[in-house]
């Protein structure tokens, strides 16, 4: 678990060796006083580490200069003048050409490992501010756009989606008999019993009320509900009625002779001229009843959306493809009943009447699209960056083995390729494909149908969920919330572990439940609701319901729902929770004292911390301001703050 852990903190370790472990001047002495003085504030507390073995000492009379870099300076020249105009001897006596370059070499890929490693401020800083932060700043813009798109679209969505959903209501009040507000409420708790028929006389009551309201749903109806005229007859299409049952014999022995398989059969009902000749008994007379097992009435109608008090849109319109359903099929003598709208948008023939409406319709569409256009070239910018980073990556971590002449271990490895990155990609892909879908929606170019309308809000829910995780990878650069997120990352494989082995007991206590208390518990009759039960007794919801729901008269079974509620309660509450509780609070209490103590050194971090006894340049800057005779421009009386830090 140990092992996990370290390797689990290794980035915030990178951190702290990025931050406080840099006591050796870099190659650029035209470090502003801005770099110098960053402080742990700005950028989060920096790990505590143990000083170098040998820090060098500054001297009063040649105080440490700032870094150098490339070996270009205003302040000391490589061609042997100083600031001042003065010549100087640049021949290094002791050491070789090949042997300095090879350091200076060594020195610059430490100095850039470092700077991959930091956050976006310290690079701005580190870099004078020839850094310029585009991924933070893209990020930035991309979750303000992305979530005024999401606010912009759920506005749009839930509207159409009532309208779907009150229409609907509405047929069921026009077209089924003895429909009652009742059945409009939620699943569960149940208010009412099924909408169901028991008897022959009440089932064709229902199909006649039926076959004479669609015919007159346009009169009847408060809304704009038209059948569909067909253009060869000029009348409505006539509703279809099918019926399905199987064939048996029964004998009068109480014997049965069943023939396997449904048989279908379908007719048209159409409108008649006089009510008293719509005749359901007469229709039907040739179906036996008690060997129905479903029947379906389908029909079409058009009707449209128009909502000009709250949107500036122009009408939707939309045909109506309606089914309702008479199911039998567990021939229970309950024949239960519900209706089925499928809505799919048309073409409008009709216009508003108002060029003023018009134009602002226009101004919204134009704006919306503008919107999305937005979204996905921020989104692109954001893939694009994101996949340069993975190759800027991958090529220093080839320097870096090369050097070393030998591959890091796994952990190792895996700091140079953040995973945020993986997720920022995600998140641009699923964006992306949402916003083309919204501008296919916005300018009518596919269906304004459900089907439609629910891919575009899975693509832009999931792309949002993700943006707005992505904004943890900043709050890493801090060490309070650093520390909580690197607690999830670490606690990571022993919670997986952990979820396992829970959910194994679960199962068990799943199908159980399931088995046993399924016939005389609501909550329990199917798998998935016995499970989402489960889950939410794990939570405290809904206990004194579920123990008093238990429908039966067998002893046995009552006291064993007693047994296995309080059991299965008592385990999950007070055992498993609390354990997986602990999995966490072990894990931050370890990771506090790597904080106190340090953390396990690997050989990325060896490779970085050789450079706090070098201290060629420190001398070399020193020797060059002696033989030069002249005081370099950024030398003070103050130390700097590397000079503080070493």
Not at 256 to 266: A, D, I, K, L, R
Not at 325 to 335: A, C, D, E, F
Not at 519 to 534: A, C, G, I, N, Q
Not at 585 to 595: R, S
């Amino acid at each position: 678990m140990a092992g996990n852990r370290a390797s689990a903190g290794m980035w915030l370790k990178l951190q702290t060796a990025v931050r406080t472990d840099i006591p050796r001047p870099r190659h650029n002495i035209n470090n502003s006083d801005d770099h110098h003085h960053n402080s742990d504030a700005e950028q989060g507390e920096a790990h505590p580490v143990s000083p170098p073995p040998h820090p060098p000492a500054p001297s009063p009379q040649h105080p440490t200069t700032p870094d150098i870099e490339d070996g270009a300076s205003s302040q000391v020249r490589t061609d042997g003048q100083c600031a001042d105009g003065s010549r100087t001897d640049t021949s290094h006596p002791e050491g070789n050409d090949g042997t300095r370059s090879s350091s200076d070499a060594l020195k610059k890929l430490q100095r850039r490992v470092r700077i991959f490693f930091m956050d976006p401020w310290s690079k701005f800083k580190a870099r004078q501010g020839r850094y310029f932060p585009a991924k933070l700043i893209v990020q930035i813009i991309k979750i303000g756009l992305i979530t005024a798109q999401m606010v912009q679209f759920g506005k749009q969505r839930s509207e159409i989606v009532e309208f779907f959903d009150r229409t609907e209501t509405a047929l069921d009040h026009l077209l089924l008999k003895g429909w009652d507000a009742s059945y409009e409420t939620m699943p569960y708790p149940p208010a009412t019993g099924e909408f169901a028929v028991y008897t022959v006389d009440d089932l064709l009551d229902h199909l006649e009320y039926t076959w004479k309201q669609y015919y007159n749903l346009s009169n009847s109806s408060l809304a704009t509900m038209n059948p569909v005229i067909d253009k060869t007859t000029g009348k409505p299409f006539p509703i279809r009625l099918c019926n399905s049952f199987n064939n048996y014999t029964d004998f009068h022995n109480g014997t049965y002779m069943v023939w396997p398989g449904e048989e279908n059969y379908c007719r048209e009902l159409v409108p008649m001229e006089k009510p008293d000749e719509y005749n359901m008994r007469t229709f039907l007379q040739n179906i036996t009843f008690s060997k129905l097992l479903s029947l379906k009435l389908s029909f079409t109608f058009t009707t449209f959306h128009l909502n000009l008090a709250e949107t500036h849109y122009g009408p939707t319109c939309f045909t109506v493809n309606a089914t309702i359903l008479y199911t039998n099929l567990k021939r229970s003598g309950q024949l239960q009943i519900s209706l089925v709208t499928h809505n799919r948008e048309r073409e409008c023939t009709g216009r508003i009447l108002s060029d003023a409406v018009k134009e602002e319709e226009e101004a919204v569409i134009r704006k919306n699209l503008a919107l999305d256009s937005f979204v996905i070239i921020f989104c692109v910018a954001s893939f694009l960056l994101c996949v340069r980073s993975f190759v800027l990556a991958v090529k220093l971590l080839w320097e870096v083995e090369g050097n070393l002449k030998k591959k890091l271990g796994y952990s190792d490895r895996m700091q140079f390729f953040n995973l945020w990155y993986i997720l920022i990609m995600v998140n641009d892909i699923f964006t992306i494909s949402a916003a083309s879908v919204k501008i296919q929606l916005g300018t009518r170019a596919i269906s304004s149908s459900s089907e439609n309308y629910n891919a575009c809000s899975i693509l832009l829910g999931l792309g949002g969920l993700m943006a707005w995780i992505g904004c943890l990878r900043y709050l890493e650069f801090f060490r309070g919330y650093g520390v909580l997120i690197l607690t999830l990352k670490s606690a990571f494989p022993n919670v997986l572990r952990f979820m396992i082995c829970a959910f194994v007991m679960y199962l068990g206590f799943l199908f159980c439940g399931w088995l046993v208390l399924g016939p005389y518990h609501l909550k329990f009759r199917e798998l998935y609701t016995t499970s989402e039960s489960l889950y939410s007794l794990i939570n405290g919801d809904d206990m004194f319901v579920t123990f008093t729901a238990t429908m039966t008269e067998d002893q046995a079974v009552w006291l064993f729902s007693r047994v296995y509620l309080y059991t299965f309660i008592s385990l999950y509450i007070f055992c498993v929770l609390s354990l997986f509780i602990s999995v966490f609070t072990d894990t931050y209490e370890t990771l506090k004292n790597h904080f106190k103590e340090g953390f396990p050194k690997t050989d990325l971090h060896r490779f970085l911390e050789q450079a706090v006894d070098d201290n060629d340049d420190l001398r070399d800057i020193s020797s060059c301001c002696k033989r030069c005779k002249c005081k370099c421009k950024d030398q003070s009386d103050e130390p700097t703050e590397q000079q503080t830090r070493v």
